[in-house]
Structures are given as C-alpha cells and as structure tokens.
C-alpha cells in the first residue's frame, strides 16, 4: 500500500459518527501535525494552519469527519437496543449488518437483526422497514445483561463495522465513511503536497464535526479560522452502477464534482470560474453537477462573519450512506491536483477579486 492507501485505511477504519468524533480527530491531527500546527475549536473540529509566504489571504480547505451512524435510545427487557439515526439512513442499507456499539466498557459487535422471508407476511415484504422499527442484537441475554455485563447506555453511539479494502481492481477502493473521511484524507495530502511548494497564502486545512446532523460543526469551525476564501470537500453521488444513467458525469473517473447549486449554497461565480479555468490549464477532468437536495459545509461556511467566497468540490462515490462506499484513486488524485493547483493561485490580489462588487 502506498502512503495515501495507509492514511485511507487508518482514517475510514475508525468509529466516528456524529458527536462521537473523537478517534477520527486523533488519526487526521496525527497527519495535520506532521505538516502544520494544529489546533481545535470547542465543538471538536480539527484545524491545521500552514503558513506560506504571506499570512494573508487565509485559505480553509475542509472536509467533515463524521460519518452516519446511529445511537442507543432504548433497551427492551429481552436485552435488544432500539436506536436512532445519526445522519441519513435508507432502511433497506441497515438491515442485516454488523454493527459496533461503543459501550462504557468497549465496543461490542452486533447486528441489525431482520426477519427471514419465510415469516414476512406479504405486506411486509412490499416496504421498507423504518429505523424506528429495527433493534440490534449484540447477544445479551436481557437488559441486565446488556447494561451491566456489556456496560451498554441509553445515548452510545453505534457504528456501521466495516474494512477498509484495496478490490480486485487495484485502483478501487470500498470502505465505510469515505463520506467523508476521504476528503479530510484530500486535505492532508494537499498540505503534504505543500511541504515542498510554495504557496502565497496560509492554509487552514480542516476536519469538521456533525456534517450529517446539520452542518454544525462548519459553522464554529468557520468562525474560528474566519477564512477569506473556503474551498469545500465532500463526496459526490456517483450513478455509474445499475440502473443508473451511465452517460452522466457523475461517474467514477469523472474527476471532482464541481457543484454549481446545492440546497445551501449558490457558490462564489468567481470562484467557480477560477476552479474551472484551474482544471482546464491544468488538464485536470471535472464536472458541473448540482444537488437539489442536501447540502455540504459550505451553507455554512459562505455565511460565515460577512460572508465567505467558497466552493463545494465532490469526489464521486457509489453508495454512500451504506456500510460500504467505492471510490476511484485517479478521482482522489485530480482532487489533491486541482486544489493544489488552486491554492498556489489565491495570493491577496486573487482572492480580494473573488469578493469585489
Ligand atoms: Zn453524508
């Protein structure tokens, strides 16, 4: 495995759904230090500022730690835990999968235990089962086993268990959470990138918290680097698998996203145009693609103090929002690439133009 191989595996690998982010933190600050100076806000985000050859303008790159997940809100007197989401859950992507419940005294493997069809009635098999509907069995004998011997409380998080896997095609890679521990991968691999290169700017490259439940985590974090110009990292929904329309570019091996509108963000034009112009100087493949519903970071980020000149880019991913995502690394790399490229564009003057009415 090469270095980014390495640090996708550790940084998917680890439980951290939302407000439970603390050993993802761990892994991307372990990165962050090795090529910036790092520092946290109070809600937990993750922030490491690289000085280039101007204090000014403040460039935030980011990406959200957190993944969907689910938390403990119930256990039955038979010892089986109800829950709840933690971000945006399908039910038809949780049932039957293993789970880790993050208990007082360690994790503890589940599952998400469903009905075999011989007992389905038919109604039942013509539905998609609510969240509200499911429980997970982690072989507790009743509550008391669950709570005393497992140590299991109302409020742990749960955990989608999941591997980080190189597939047979050696350039694919399948894991959970790469919505959206890729793209805080993207922001170490750009400061390491900046280790050798000069840049007209200080970086803030950053790891948010609570994406999935509200873009919390953008807003704090926002306010305490108080960027002048943000370019946001997330995935994107790659359709390329059945029955999808393959001939939209929202594929693997389209290259990054480069969303024009979301639910929360119409995006700095300028800016935009400076992306597109980058990826095209450079060679680099991109999209144009929008998302009428969802947002990322950026809803909040560009209404951040005055107002923050930013962009959304998306790694195409399949089947996000499941314990097993797939991306492309020819993706992951033109990502790293044109935002590289774009950093060593936004000196002062380049960015004071992005916000000049
Ligand atoms: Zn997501």
Same mark, same amino acid.
């Given at each position: 495995?090469?270095?980014? =191989?390495?640090?996708?595996?550790?940084?998917?690998?680890?439980?951290?759904?939302?407000?439970?982010?603390?050993?993802?933190?761990?892994?991307?600050?372990?990165?962050?230090?090795? /090529?910036?100076?790092?520092? #946290?806000?109070?809600?937990?985000?993750?922030?490491?500022?690289?000085?280039?050859?101007?204090? !000014?303008?403040?460039? *935030?790159?980011?990406?959200?730690?957190?993944?969907?997940?689910?938390?403990?809100?119930?256990?039955?007197? =038979?010892?089986?835990?109800?829950?709840?989401?933690?971000?945006?859950?399908?039910?038809?992507?949780?049932?039957?999968?293993?789970?880790?419940?993050?208990?007082?005294? @360690?994790?503890?493997?589940?599952?998400?235990?469903?009905?075999?069809?011989?007992?389905?009635?038919?109604?039942?098999? =013509?539905?998609?089962?609510?969240?509200?509907?499911? *429980?997970?069995?982690?072989?507790?004998?009743?509550? /008391?086993?669950?709570?005393?011997?497992?140590?299991?409380?109302?409020?742990?998080?749960?955990?989608?268990?999941?591997?980080?896997?190189?597939?047979?095609?050696?350039?694919?890679?399948?894991?959970?959470?790469?919505?959206?521990?890729? !793209?805080?991968?993207?922001?170490?691999?750009?400061?390491?990138?900046?280790?050798?290169?000069?840049?007209?700017?200080?970086?803030?490259?950053?790891?948010?918290?609570?994406?999935?439940?509200?873009?919390?985590?953008?807003?704090?974090?926002?306010?305490?680097?108080?960027?002048?110009?943000?370019?946001?990292?997330?995935?994107?929904?790659?359709?390329?698998?059945?029955? @999808?329309?393959?001939?939209?570019?929202?594929?693997?091996?389209?290259?990054?996203?480069?969303?024009?509108?979301?639910?929360?963000?119409?995006?700095?034009?300028?800016?935009?145009?400076?992306?597109?112009?980058?990826?095209?100087?450079?060679?680099?493949? *991109?999209?144009?693609? !929008?998302?009428?519903?969802?947002?990322?970071?950026?809803?909040?980020?560009?209404?951040?103090?005055?107002?923050?000149?930013?962009?959304?880019?998306?790694?195409?991913?399949?089947?996000?929002?499941?314990?097993?995502?797939?991306? #492309?690394?020819?993706? #992951?790399?033109?990502?790293?690439?044109?935002?590289?490229?774009?950093?060593?564009?936004?000196?002062?003057?380049?960015?004071?133009?992005?916000?000049?009415?």
């Amino acid at each position: 495995m090469d270095q980014t =191989e390495i640090l996708l595996q550790e940084i998917t690998d680890v439980p951290g759904v939302s407000g439970f982010e603390d050993s993802a933190r761990e892994v991307m600050a372990k990165y962050l230090r090795k /090529f910036s100076e790092v520092s #946290y806000d109070k809600l937990g985000s993750v922030v490491g500022r690289k000085v280039g050859s101007a204090s !000014s303008p403040r460039v *935030f790159i980011g990406g959200h730690l957190d993944e969907i997940g689910f938390m403990v809100k119930e256990i039955t007197k =038979e010892g089986f835990l109800k829950f709840l989401p933690l971000g945006g859950w399908w039910g038809h992507v949780a049932l039957g999968q293993r789970v880790w419940v993050n208990s007082s005294k @360690g994790p503890i493997l589940g599952v998400v235990g469903s009905k075999p069809p011989h007992i389905l009635q038919p109604k039942e098999r =013509e539905k998609v089962l609510e969240i509200s509907d499911m *429980f997970v069995d982690i072989g507790a004998m009743d509550k /008391f086993d669950a709570a005393r011997k497992f140590g299991v409380r109302i409020g742990d998080p749960i955990v989608p268990d999941s591997r980080f896997t190189i597939m047979n095609n050696q350039k694919l890679y399948m894991a959970k959470a790469f919505d959206n521990r890729v !793209s805080c991968a993207v922001v170490v691999d750009v400061l390491r990138h900046f280790q050798k290169t000069a840049h007209p700017n200080t970086i803030f490259g950053v790891g948010s918290v609570q994406e999935e439940v509200g873009l919390r985590g953008a807003r704090t974090v926002a306010y305490a680097v108080d960027p002048d110009v943000a370019i946001v990292v997330d995935v994107g929904i790659a359709q390329d698998s059945p029955p @999808g329309d393959f001939s939209k570019p929202e594929r693997l091996g389209g290259g990054p996203a480069v969303l024009v509108y979301d639910a929360g963000m119409i995006p700095n034009q300028r800016l935009r145009q400076l992306v597109i112009k980058t990826a095209e100087e450079n060679k680099i493949p *991109f999209h144009l693609t !929008s998302m009428e519903r969802g947002a990322t970071d950026g809803a909040e980020i560009h209404k951040s103090r005055t107002g923050v000149p930013t962009i959304a880019l998306g790694i195409p991913t399949r089947y996000i929002h499941s314990h097993n995502g797939i991306i #492309y690394r020819g993706d #992951y790399d033109n990502t790293v690439k044109l935002i590289v490229a774009l950093v060593k564009k936004l000196n002062k003057k380049a960015v004071e133009s992005l916000s000049a009415i």
